[in-house]
C-alpha cells in the first residue's frame, strides 16, 4: 500500500481505459485523478494518458453471478454448518423454557456463533436476525437482549460465511416448540407461498418469478384468514394490482447469494435493456420504469424467502397481532428446477416441532 502511489502512474501510462469500480468506495475516484496527474505530466516527453474510464462492476458482476463447481461446494458446506446452527438454536430455546429460566434473544445468538465456528466457519455472513415476539416484525432487527417468553414466536435469519462465500437461513419457530392456532394458519400460508416460489425457481424463468408467485398465494391467503377484508380490497386480483398485501408483506422474494449475502449482479437481462415499459405504483402513485427481468440460468444462487408480518391496527384481527414469520432457503438454480442447499434444518411446522421435542 505504501508504494501504490508510486506504481499506479507507471503502470496506467499508455494505457487507453482506466477501469474501476463506480460509487463503491469514498474517495476513489480522487485517488484515481492523483495517479493520472503524473501520467498527464509526461505526455510532453510522448507518454499516453488513459482517455477512457470504465465502471468495472459490470464485468465483476457477471463473472460472480455464474458459480462454478467449487463455488457451489464450499456454499453447500456453509449452508450445512448454518443449518446446525439454527437446529441448536431452536433446540436450546425449547429446553431452557421447559428448565423454567430466563431466555433472552442473545442466548439463541450465542448458540449460532458457537455453531459456526465449531464447524470452521470463519465468520457470521452478516449480523443475525434473533427476533422474539413483536421483533420479529422489524425487518432488519438485530439479536439483542430482548426477551423471548414462552408462547412467542422466534425469527432467526442468520448464516456463516465459510472461505469467503455467504450462507442465508431464516427459520421461524415457536420459543416452546408448539405452534398455536393463529401462529400454524400464518405460518402454512408462508410455507405454501415459498412452495409456488421454489415451483417457479428454475432455469429459463425470470427472477421475477418466484416473487410473482409468492405475492399470488400470500394474496388468497391474506383474504382467506381474514386479514384483508375483500369488502374493501376486492378479490386476489386487486390485492396485485393495487399492491395492498403490501401491509404485511413490503419486500422482494429473493436476492442473489454469493461472496456476499447480498450478491452483486444486475437484475435486469442484459440482452433486453432497451426494453422499458412504465407502470404507475398504486401506492405511491409515482410514474416507475422498468426493464425485463433477468433470466435464471444454472450456477446462479437465490434466496427465496417469503414472509408475513402483522402489527397491531385497526381492522386486523387481535389473534395475529404482533405475529412475525419469514422462511428463508437458498437455491441454487439448474436446468430443470433449483437445489435446496438449506435444508437440513426442517421448514414444516410438525417437524419443526418434532425436532424441538427432542
Known amino acids: 500500500m ?26 476513489l475516484e480522487s485517488r484515481v485523478d492523483d495517479w493520472l496527474q503524473p501520467v498527464r505530466a509526461r505526455v510532453r ?34 449452508s450445512v454448518i448454518s443449518a446446525r446452527a439454527h437446529i441448536r438454536a431452536m433446540q436450546r430455546s425449547a429446553a431452557m423454557l421447559r428448565a423454567g429460566q430466563e431466555v433472552r434473544e442473545y442466548h439463541l445468538d450465542a448458540e449460532l456463533l458457537h455453531e459456526f465456528r465449531q464447524h470452521g466457519s470463519q465468520y457470521p455472513a452478516y449480523g443475525s436476525i434473533v427476533a422474539g415476539g413483536a421483533n420479529a416484525c422489524v425487518l432488519h ?12 414466536l422466534v425469527l432467526i435469519d442468520a448464516g456463516c460465511e465459510l472461505d469467503g462465500y455467504a450462507s442465508d437461513i ?50 388468497q391467503g391474506l383474504l382467506d384468514v381474514g386479514l384483508l ?45 432497451g426494453q422499458i415499459s412504465e407502470r404507475k405504483d398504486p401506492l405511491s402513485g409515482e410514474n416507475l420504469q422498468y426493464r425485463p427481468s433477468r433470466v435464471l440460468r444454472p450456477g446462479m444462487v437465490l434466496t427465496i424467502e417469503p414472509g408475513i408480518y402483522v402489527r397491531p391496527s385497526p381492522g386486523v384481527p387481535e389473534r395475529f397481532h404482533n ?36
Open 141 to 152: 432487527y438485530r439479536a439483542d437482549k430482548g426477551p423471548i417468553n414462552d408462547g412467542d
Open 229 to 273: 377484508d375483500p369488502n374493501k380490497v376486492g378479490n386476489a386480483q386487486d390485492v396485485i394490482a393495487n399492491r395492498s398485501y403490501f401491509e404485511f408483506y413490503m419486500h422482494r422474494t429473493g436476492h442473489w447469494l454469493g461472496m456476499d449475502v447480498h450478491d452483486c449482479g444486475s437484475y435486469v437481462e442484459p440482452s433486453q435493456l
Open 45 to 78: 516527453f510522448g507518454a499516453l494518458c488513459p482517455d477512457q474510464q470504465r465502471d468495472v462492476c459490470g464485468l465483476l458482476d457477471e463473472m460472480r453471478l455464474i458459480k462454478d463447481a467449487h463455488e457451489l461446494a464450499v456454499m453447500r458446506r456453509a
Open 323 to 358: 405475529i412475525g414469520i419469514r422462511i428463508e432457503d437458498d437455491a441454487i438454480v439448474t436446468e430443470t428446477g433449483c437445489e435446496l442447499i438449506t435444508r437440513d434444518v426442517p421448514v414444516k411446522a410438525d417437524e419443526i416441532e418434532a425436532l424441538m421435542r427432542a
Open 2 to 27: 505504501t508504494e501504490l502511489a508510486a506504481l499506479m502512474p507507471k503502470l496506467l501510462e499508455n494505457r487507453s481505459t482506466v477501469w474501476y469500480p463506480f460509487a463503491t468506495h469514498k474517495g
Open 170 to 219: 431464516t427459520r421461524t419457530f415457536p420459543a416452546n416448540g408448539r405452534f398455536t392456532g393463529p401462529q400454524r394458519v400464518l405460518y402454512d400460508l408462508v410455507l405454501a407461498s415459498q412452495d409456488a416460489a421454489i415451483a417457479a425457481t428454475h432455469a429459463g424463468a425470470r427472477f421475477v418469478d418466484p416473487h410473482e408467485a409468492t405475492v399470488a398465494v400470500l394474496a
